[in-house]
């Protein structure tokens, strides 16, 4: 297994327009975490899902935010109705029970 | 809930000398804590954690950390810093909630310039 793999590792995109981000987790992992990290700060927790289940979502992560992870294996990320606050990168994370989370190279949106 | 502070955004040493890189946290709950490395357009790597036992943690790549509770902190040291250790280098904590979310709370960085 080479790791968490997130596609695409970037973007760009104009505002208004609507963009899906994948991660594939490690495939012994079942808990699955999106961070979004802007510059100069530390990443900030979006949402988590354990198994397919999505357990938690920040109040960072508004209506035009939706994540999924269907049988609980890759996810996705989308996000409708771009603005230019929305750039940033987004990471995606993956751990097991021992809580250690592992992360993807992230996909870093530039929204123009 | 939890919130980690990093003490200076920008720590430079010389190369062969000593990093101690500080962190701080508050936590509710019994802490779950981090170290990552991130490299520039890179994710995050995995230094090194604290969970139980041992308060001394000893991580990747020459890297250590002590966790103190009565001082509330878990500063990362290496005793002879490299190149290659130049990097941008976050702090987090998560609640020990008996395994049921490890969602990470992290400092805002600490960039690490090693002068040659």
């Known amino acids: 297994d080479t790791g968490v793999s997130q596609d695409p590792r970037h973007k760009i995109t104009k505002r208004g327009q609507n963009v899906t981000f994948r991660c594939d987790p490690i495939s012994e992992h079942n808990r699955l975490y999106w961070y979004r990290q802007t510059l100069g700060q530390g990443p900030e927790f979006l949402t988590y899902f354990q198994n397919e289940a999505q357990l938690e979502k920040s109040r960072l992560l508004s209506d035009r935010f939706s994540a999924e992870r269907p049988k609980g294996s890759f996810s996705t990320l989308e996000i409708q109705r771009t603005e230019q606050g929305d750039s940033a990168m987004y990471l995606c994370?993956?751990?097991?029970?021992?809580?250690?989370?592992?992360f993807g190279q992230g996909t870093r949106l530039t929204v123009v | 809930a939890q919130s980690v502070t990093q003490l200076g955004s920008h720590v430079s040493v010389s190369e062969g000398a000593l990093v101690l890189l500080r962190c701080n946290y508050s936590s509710s709950v019994p802490p779950y804590l981090f170290w990552y490395v991130q490299y520039p357009n890179q994710g995050l790597q995995l230094l090194l954690k604290?969970?139980?036992?041992?308060?001394l943690v000893k991580g990747i790549n020459g890297f250590e950390a002590e966790f103190k509770k009565s001082e509330t902190s878990f500063h990362l040291t290496k005793p002879s810093a490299h190149m290659s250790d130049a990097a941008e280098y976050f702090c987090?904590?998560?609640?020990?909630?008996?395994?049921?979310?490890?969602?990470?709370?992290f400092g805002k960085g600490t960039l690490l310039t090693v002068n040659p």
């Open positions: 994370a993956s751990s097991d029970y021992t809580g250690s989370a592992f």
């Open positions: 604290y969970t139980t036992g041992a308060t």
């Open positions: 987090a904590v998560s609640p020990d909630s008996g395994g049921s979310n490890y969602k990470l709370t």
